[in-house]
């Protein structure tokens, strides 16, 4: 294994910069809720690296150990309290263990399976995002003296939005199933959340509701693959 952070003596962190120095390693399927955390990385002086699934997060972790795990709950292979439970059962655990959700249940699964803190999605804050990692942190690794509050939220690139849209557009392609149904729409209301999309939000709300009351779900899903493939188009426009 990689130990490419402990912590890089070389790289301590700064007032402005108290991240420098970490690897961040996020668990994440969207590439605009990526593109957010990228954003605060990069302010913050920290290095990310990226896993789009259980899987993948199990595979970059066999070689490397950072020092700062994300993990998003809703995973397209899995719930992420289950590798949080693995983590957190590692004599090599990294330092942080952070789960991240727009669903507000999902915070007591992440803190039942190890989680040491829980980021609330839409994540578009660098303050917020920078405090849930240090807090956790050893006292000798944080910057020393009051930090700048940054309150300006961070805006992802358009483009990772819309290639969001043409991932989901590929599953709507293929057959879809009760287990299909309930990842789309929770992928696509955390997504339209973010980027303020309420004509999504909603139709993938509406989805969601026809579904777990058994309701008929052809006309909720054909306006939601409506909606998705018309922001697609928008991709290609581009």
Request: charged letters at 25%; glycine letters at 8%; proline letters at 7%.
């Amino acid at each position: 294994m990689i130990d490419d952070d402990t912590f890089d003596e070389l790289r301590r962190p700064t007032i402005t910069r108290p991240l420098l120095g970490l690897t961040i390693l996020v668990v994440e399927d969207s590439l605009y809720a990526c593109d957010a955390i990228r954003l605060m990385c990069l302010h913050s002086g920290a290095r990310l690296r990226r896993a789009d699934c259980l899987k993948s997060a199990r595979r970059h972790l066999r070689v490397y150990r950072p020092s700062v795990v994300i993990v998003d709950m809703g995973l397209p292979d899995g719930n992420g309290a289950e590798l949080i439970e693995e983590l957190r059962c590692t004599s090599s655990a990294p330092g942080v263990i952070l789960a991240c959700s727009g669903d507000p249940f999902a915070e007591d699964l992440a803190y039942a399976a190890g989680a040491d803190g829980f980021l609330a999605k839409p994540l578009t804050h660098l303050e917020a995002f920078q405090h849930a990692i240090l807090k956790n942190m050893p006292a000798d690794v944080r910057p020393s003296g009051p930090r700048p509050v940054d309150l300006d939220a961070v805006h992802p690139d358009p483009v990772t939005y819309r290639e969001d849209m043409a991932y989901i557009a590929e599953i709507l392609g293929g057959p879809v199933d009760a287990r299909a149904i309930g990842y789309v729409t929770s992928f696509l209301r955390g997504v339209a959340i973010a980027a303020e999309d309420d004509a999504l939000e909603r139709a993938a709300s509406e989805l969601d509701k026809a579904h777990s009351q058994g309701g008929p779900t052809l006309g909720p899903m054909s306006r939601l693959a409506g909606l998705v493939q018309s922001r697609v188009q928008d991709t290609m426009a581009m």
